[in-house]
């Protein structure tokens, strides 16, 4: 039987832990070859292995999506891999406290242009890369991988996530004017909004929560059910699903949802 991206290459960046690694396993399982983008090559080189052990390839690149030059530099190594490039899954994040009343000029600044760069400018960096590639062969899947912190209801007000949500609240806009500019192409945009997530970076700020929390190849489900809608399945949607505190078999559930129907 054939898998659903059989034939398909997908890049992912933050891939080398977490979120990241889970994603590119999951997509390799469904038959994608992976370019996995992460400035940490030692565990990037492990999510290498954990996808060749599905009987996929991975191509590892050492890359700052902060940084355009390397964006640029990467994807044209995975073009020359591969062929092609399919789906891209904007991943990559940094939650690190950018407050005003903390630290000094110099960590306070650089700590919000991390974020910053990380979500805002990386997924700008990855899709302008990306999507000619995408166009040369009729079509593709952006995922930017958000936060439940965008939904109402679900807002964070507080100075550790400062720099990290004002870079999420960039990529919902990014999801929501690609997908009207990239419609005549046939890329579908949408973004994962979705709460505590066990990772590494949960276990840093909130280790209480990740016991109890998804697990990475939950929002790998997550993204196979969105792309499984096909040509004419929904883009520029930000779907909200395992919201923080949410039991894992509800928010099983929701992913669930997020198939097609029939």
């Known amino acids: 039987m054939s898998k659903l991206l059989e034939g398909k290459v997908a890049v992912v960046t933050g891939s080398a832990v977490g979120i990241g690694r889970g994603v590119s396993v999951r997509l390799a399982e469904e038959g994608a070859d992976i370019v996995a983008l992460d400035v940490d090559s030692l565990e990037n080189r492990t999510t ?32 020359q891999a591969f062929g092609r490039i399919d789906v891209l899954v904007n991943n990559a994040a940094v939650w690190d406290d950018s407050s005003l009343l903390n630290g000094t000029y110099e960590t306070q600044t650089a700590a919000y242009e991390a974020s910053m760069g990380a979500c805002a400018m990386g997924s700008y960096y990855c899709a302008r890369a990306c999507v000619p590639a995408m166009v040369q062969v009729g079509g593709g899947h952006i995922i930017n991988n958000i936060t439940e912190h965008v939904k109402e209801g679900h807002y964070i007000t507080g100075m550790p996530a400062l720099g990290y949500d004002c870079a999420k609240f960039s990529q919902w806009r990014q999801t929501e004017t690609w997908a009207m500019e ?70 099983l559930a929701a992913i669930a949802a997020l198939a097609p129907t029939g």
């Open 48 to 79: 290498a292995e954990a996808v060749r052990a599905t009987s996929r390839e991975c191509l590892p690149i050492a890359c700052d999506v902060a940084d355009r030059l390397q964006v640029r530099s990467a994807i044209d190594a995975g073009l």
């Open 182 to 251: 990239l419609a005549d192409v046939n890329i579908r945009v949408n973004g994962l909004c979705f709460g505590a997530t066990d990772s590494p970076m949960l276990r840093g700020a909130a280790p209480d929560l990740a016991d109890s929390a998804m697990k990475p190849e939950d929002i790998g489900q997550a993204i196979i059910n969105l792309i499984a809608h096909g040509d004419g399945g929904p883009s520029g949607e930000t779907c909200l699903f395992g919201t923080s505190g949410t039991p894992r078999e509800e928010s």
